[in-house]
RNA sequence: GGAGAGGUGUCCGAGUGGCUUAAGGAGCACGCCUGGAAAGCGUGUAUACGUUAAUAGCGUAUCGAGGGUUCGAAUCCCUCCCUCUCCGCCA
């Protein structure tokens, strides 16, 4: 959420902000509601504050054996008009809270100008795209040739957009994750944190998700106000949610590694082939709670750290800058890691690191003591894949096949495979 | 799922309708005292929103959450959440 006092005493330079990611604050509107707001609101303070005073005199009364009776007439005039203009006041803020939870983040300065994802900027580019003396199969037809992927049986078991693994490819994907956890955990300084998959909707407010992107999410039937998280980002970061840290609890980095469920309502027809795009996936998920002061240098360092697993994979990506048009609505800032993808012939999407500032704290009423002054701030959060499990196996198994259909496995990744350096396709011996 | 006990400020803890403006204590901060410290004494010590030039005043709200009764609710009533104990079930 933006700060509302920002929105209210400075409309036109939120609004002009807000226009590079292409949405049009209403300022009239703004302006509107905060005037009846205020006249609103003053109205019903003073009411109460005059019926509190009368209340007070009446016990007074009682005791001193004064007659009560007028002042009970007076307070009922009081009551009555205090019930009309709180009733319009709730239902104005109920309005302009509405209207503020449905604001996006202002993007930063350096947010690249732009309408869509084609005008992401690259920022760095890393390895060498591989030369094949063949044409290179997709991760369907190699997860097929390894008897280790079944989209057919998924969909008999589900629907579309899940996926089975089995054999060497399912411990591909298991190594993956614990490998992701090694590193973050031992060399990055993330301490692994294992979270509920399940959260309400108090949570989902918090991180952005709700109340705009309902869609996007599955829902637990019946009136337990639960749904499954589409990201470990949700509890993650709502662990700090209503509470006030120290200032030696910071910078919190937390890395979780969870199952991300999401509808893909509005993604009918794309990516249908393979697991690109699922609607349960694996996900190691880095999570930064850090002071106001540290969140953009925070965002350098934990992209740093998502590239280095692409990196020790050997695995070629370029790093983009989205643009204000491509940015989420949390975000200030944001950095996408694409992988190269050889059947594709392009780099696609493995991890977004995001800075979402003070947006998600003012949502999440998360602070910090701030030692200097001694007062109760916002503090910044931030979020990135490290990496998209799902999709690090479609990298990995498309980037290290061979020509006779088998895949070697990534130097790093040997000791989670058992000692393993290939796996075999269907029907190979040793 | 059943039965019972609870949820008060940073912490402990009093408080069964109005001198509660949440007692008292601990902790913390500052001051006095001291060669220095402790003890002692004194003062202060929540958050949010509004108003405001203001981190000054003033107003409103907040005793797990939300409703209700009442002129007035931490206190009475209802619903829900959470914690603890016992029982049942289960991995």
Known sequence: MLDPKLV???PERVAQKLAKRHFTLDINKVQ?????????????????????LRSKSIGKAKQAGEPIQPLLDEVDNLKQQKAQAEESLHQLQEELHQFLAGLPNMPDDEVPEGADENDNLEVACWGEIPRFSFTPKDHVALGEGLAGLDFKKAAVLARARFAVMQGPVARLHRALAQFMLDVHTNEHGYLETALPFMVNSDSLFGTGQLPKFEEDLFKIDGDRDLYLIPTAEVPATNLVRDSILKDEELPMRLVCHSPCFRSEAGSAGRDTRGMIRQHQFEKVELVQVVRPEES??????????AESILQRLQLPYRKVALCGGDIGFAAAYT????????????????????????????????RWKNPE?????????????????????????ENYQQEDGSVSVPDVLQPYMGGMTVIPARGQHD
């Open 8 to 10: 209210r005493s400075e």
């Open 32 to 52: 509107a509601l905060e005037e009846q707001r205020k006249s609103l609101q003053t109205r019903s303070e003073t009411l109460q504050s005059e019926q509190n």
């Open 296 to 305: 953009v240098a925070a965002l350098e360092a934990l992209t740093g750290h």
């Open 335 to 366: 950095y996408d890691l694409e992988v190269w993808l050889p059947a594709q012939d392009c780099y696609r999407e493995i991890s977004s690191c995001s800075n979402t500032r003070d947006f998600q704290a003012r949502r999440l009423k998360a």
């Open 373 to 397: 002054t001694g007062k109760n701030e916002l503090l910044h959060t931030l979020n990135g894949s490290g990496l998209a499990v799902g999709r690090t196996l479609v990298a990995v198994l």
